[in-house]
């Protein structure tokens, strides 16, 4: 497949090619929760993806944070500084005594 001319999958669209040519060799194709939730992300909409474990809602959240975080770092305009805050909902995680 020739990453600079095909897009792995249409949900990939938007992404830099090295993410997703990088998504489509490690992980095939994006799952129903991340087709849907990243259009929305992209929108800057608040966005709550709920879904069985193990569907790549965490990985739906990243993915759509790290790919400005490397255009910026490819055009040498990464500031030094947190632009990304994620918080996780520990609830499910975490066992009650």
């Known amino acids: 497949m020739d990453f600079a001319r095909e ?4 949900a990939l669209a938007d992404f ?3 993410l ?6 490690r992980l095939g194709r994006p ?12 929108q800057g909409s608040d966005v709550l993806i709920v879904a069985p ?7 739906a ?3 759509a944070c790290l790919d400005p975080l490397l ?3 490819l055009a040498g305009n990464l500031d030094d500084q947190t632009q ?14």
């Open 7 to 10: 897009i792995p999958d249409a």
């Open 61 to 63: 959240a990243f993915l």
């Open 71 to 73: 255009q910026q770092a």
């Open 31 to 42: 799952s129903e929760p991340q087709r849907a939730g990243w259009p929305l992300i992209a």
């Open 20 to 25: 997703q040519r990088w998504f489509a060799t």
């Open 84 to 97: 990304v805050l994620y918080v996780s909902p520990w609830r499910r995680r975490c066992s009650a005594p």
């Open 16 to 18: 830099h090619p090295l």
């Open 53 to 59: 474990t193990g569907s790549g809602k965490t990985l």
